[in-house]
T-cell receptor, first 112, second 116 residues
Framework: GAGVSQSPSNKVTEKGKDVELRCDPI?????LYWYRQSLGQGLEFLIY????????KSGLPSDRFSAERTGGSVSTLTIQRTQQEDSAVYLC???FGPGELFFGEGSRLTVL | AQSVTQLDSQVPVFEEAPVELRCNYS??????LFWYVQYPNQGLQLLLK??????LVKGINGFEAEFNKSQTSFHLRKPSVHISDTAEYFC??????????????FGKGTLLTVNP
C-alpha cells in the first residue's frame, strides 16, 4: 500500500489475555519501529528492526512484550497476559534506513 | 542519551494569532531535530526537520522553527494560525552519528487548540 498499515485499529481485551498487533510497512522500507503512546506521556520507543540485523529491543517494558518481523516486511507486536497499564496507542513506523519515519495510524489497545 | 522537554502541554490561541510551541533538548552528542504533527485519530506526520545548515527551517503549512545550539532549543512558530492547525505537536531528536542514530526520542507533546 501507499502508507504504513496497522491492524486492528481498535482492540478491547480483558486483563490477562494475549493480544497481537500487526504492522505492514511501506514497501521497500528497511527499518521498522514500534512506539507506544500513552495519554500525556508522549511516544515511548519500544523496538527497532533494520534489515537482517539483530533488533534493538531495549525499549520493551517487560518480558510480556515481544515482536517479530517476518521476511523483512510485516511485523507483529505481541503482548502476553495484558495488564491495564498496557492500555495505549501502539504506533508503527517505517523508514528507508535512518531516514524520515512514516507512521501508521496506530492500534488503540484498551485492557479492561 | 537524549531527552526532550516541551514546556507547554496545552496552548490555546485564537484564529489568526501567532503561536510559538517551545522545545528544549538535552544530549551528549550532536543531534538532528524534528517537529511532528498528529491530527485527531491519525498517525504522526513530519512538519519540518533540522539536519544542518541554516538554523531557521521552514516546513509544511506555514510553520517554521529555529535551532539555537547555545540554548539547546528548537521552538516552532507560525505567524497566523488556522482552525485546521488544531492538533498535537511533538518535538523529537535523533543522534546524527553513532550506533543509535536511528532512535528518535520524543517530547510529551503540546496540544494546540485554535479557537474561532
Amino acid at each position: 500500500g501507499a502508507g504504513v498499515s496497522q491492524s486492528p485499529s481498535n482492540k478491547v481485551t480483558e486483563k490477562g489475555k494475549d493480544v497481537e498487533l500487526r504492522c505492514d510497512p511501506i514497501s521497500g522500507h528497511t527499518a521498522l519501529y514500534w512506539y507506544r503512546q500513552s495519554l500525556g506521556q508522549g511516544l515511548e520507543f519500544l523496538i527497532y528492526f533494520q534489515g537482517n540485523s539483530a533488533p534493538d529491543k531495549s525499549g520493551l517494558p517487560s518480558d510480556r512484550f515481544s515482536a517479530e518481523r517476518t521476511g523483512g516486511s510485516v511485523s507483529t507486536l505481541t503482548i502476553q497476559r495484558t495488564q491495564q497499564e498496557d492500555s495505549a496507542v501502539y504506533l508503527c513506523a517505517s523508514s528507508f534506513g535512518p531516514g524520515e519515519l512514516f507512521f501508521g495510524e496506530g492500534s488503540r489497545l484498551t485492557v479492561l | 542519551a537524549q531527552s526532550v522537554t516541551q514546556l507547554d502541554s496545552q496552548v490555546p490561541v485564537f484564529e489568526e494569532a501567532p503561536v510559538e510551541l517551545r522545545c528544549n533538548y538535552s544530549s551528549s552528542v550532536s543531534v538532528y531535530l524534528f517537529w511532528y504533527v498528529q491530527y485527531p485519530n491519525q498517525g504522526l506526520q513530519l512538519l519540518l526537520k533540522y539536519l544542518s545548515g541554516s538554523t531557521l527551517v521552514k516546513g509544511i503549512n506555514g510553520f517554521e522553527a529555529e535551532f539555537n545550539k547555545s540554548q539547546t532549543s528548537f521552538h516552532l512558530r507560525k505567524p497566523s494560525v488556522h482552525i485546521s492547525d488544531t492538533a498535537e505537536y511533538f518535538c523529537a531528536v535523533r543522534p546524527n552519528s553513532g550506533g543509535s542514530n536511528y532512535k528518535l526520542t520524543f517530547g510529551k507533546g503540546t496540544l494546540l487548540t485554535v479557537n474561532p
